[in-house]
């Protein structure tokens, strides 16, 4: 018994050993005969996506010219983890950098980690793409992306309107997931914005890559690759003519010009200046270029038309006298008597002249100071405040762009802040003619003209009017209506009283009546303190079917008829001759200078009635 046990143990035993016999060969084919075999099965399964970037969206003009376009750009990229720092001295030299160029850019991403690309130029040739695409197994981790920079092909600038691009830092991707290091981001203007609508959506593309993470095909031959979605093409509001127009006038000075279609909100010209080289910023902006636009003590990266607020002086009139038809202070024919001068306390006020007994025609027309003088206590400050936030007035217009202030218009509740309960009445009395407290920027002068113009109603002023689809088509965005409620018979009122500003004997714009088309408006003097008058105009035209209404700013120019208002005259005559919209009027129905205002208003009363 014992010794058939030994038998079967033996037998037992070399059963297991032929086993591990048996296993040991096969491991040592597996590892040893085959093992280029299993090594080209495991490399070939190793995938590498490649972010391709979507093409930026365009903009068009409303007419749809090109304004902005996409230029093609290479740039040549390192993956830390793949590369290999030792051919620093001949990427170089192909790429034509400085020495050590490489280096210091490495080091400066190093802490974004070794699997970020990282760019080492921007605007590499041709030449030195396709050397590359050559040589491309001597240089691992090098590879290239086609990148776009914006090209300008307007005769304008617009560089408030446009804004410009930047490359994404640390802090972006923080904010949205969607960037990597070096992203192209709209860093003002439209461009930012609109930033989401132009990015468009990112492709992928997959790869195969071996033990040295050569490329060595695609993965599946593509058909999993995801294609990107370019951005949307944008068609903004501005008109190429009255931009360029507007710009040209304000060459070398300071200020600002908005027109805007009365109907819709679309802004048709906006120039804010001095402004800035967009295509300065095409690449890579150079340090001094920054350093003198920062340093430049008038601030030509300031957005004068929409975040700069002033004193809108006479201009403001215009409100004043709808607020005060609206409230019952006064009527068409109420009449304030105008001695030449105006006396609150120990304080006197002047006027321009000795009035007389005026009506609000005849105040407008004239800019009496002492007909305000008086309205804006029967108004009182908290009513001109509400209804002036029917207008956009002490509130943002909306706009769409991210720059916008709101001006003020102040209120007792804002006198009580500042003064106290006791606060002093007589500081009104500037109030009502445009200065002290009360501020408007330039978009907000264009935007309360064009609801004046267009009956108290119009929509949220804006400088994108939609996009066009992959077909081409034209699909518009949408804006929110603003309705003021006021009556039509007091917009009326109004309008009659700016016609008489340039077509009434006694206007203080008379100067720019026109024999092309009929101009109404409001002129504005600012004193400054620190130099010369701000010069203000606001008008609209042709006052029977306005089509542009508009607010001209100059800093440091004189007086509103005399500098604000011809400027005004030139953006209106260019717009309206582009679109055909001029009817000339014979010279002879042009009011002769010393016609007589009752004269002048009896014939814009007959007509009113046959209209």
Known sequence: MTQLSSVRKSVLAGIILGLFLIYGLKLFSMQIVFNRKFEDKSTDNSIKAIEQMPL???????????????????????????????????????????????????????????????????????????????????????????????????????????????????????????????DNLGMNGIEKSYEKELRGEKGFNYILVNATRRKIGRYKDGTVDLASIKGKDLVLSLDSGAQATAEQVMHGRSGAIIAIEPSSGEILAFTSAPDYDLSKFSDITPKEYMRDLISNPLKPQFNRATQSTHSPGSTFKVLVALCGLEVGAINENSTIYCPGSYTYGNRTFKCHGSHGATTVYRALEGSCNVFFYKLIFEIGVDRLNEFAKKFKIGTKTGIDLLEESKGLIPSSAYYEKVYGNNWPRGILVSVGIGQGEVSMSPLQLAFMTALVANNGKSFTPHLVKGYLDEKRKFVPYKFDEVITGVSDRNIRIIKKGMWLVVNGGGGTAKNIRSSEVVIAGKTGTVQNVHGRNHSLFVGFAPYDNPKIAIAVLFENAGYGSEVAAPVAEEVILAYLRSTGDIKPKPKEDKPKKDKKTNDTLDLMTAIEENR
């Open 56 to 182: 930026r969206g365009v903009f068009y003009d409303r007419n749809l010219k090109l304004l902005v376009q996409n230029v093609p750009s290479y740039t040549v990229r390192i993956t830390p983890s793949e590369y290999d720092t030792l051919t620093n001295p001949m990427l170089e030299a192909l790429l034509q950098l400085p020495k050590d160029t490489i280096s210091h850019i490495m080091q400066k991403h190093k802490k974004y980690g070794k699997y970020q690309p990282v760019k080492i130029k921007k605007g590499a040739s041709f030449e030195e793409i396709g050397w590359l695409e050559e040589n491309s197994e001597r240089f691992p981790g090098v590879d290239y992306i086609i990148e776009i920079k914006r090209g300008y092909t307007n005769t304008f600038s617009a560089a408030h309107v446009l804004g410009y691009l930047k490359e994404t830092n640390e802090n972006d991707l923080k904010k949205d997931s969607f960037y990597t290091l070096g």
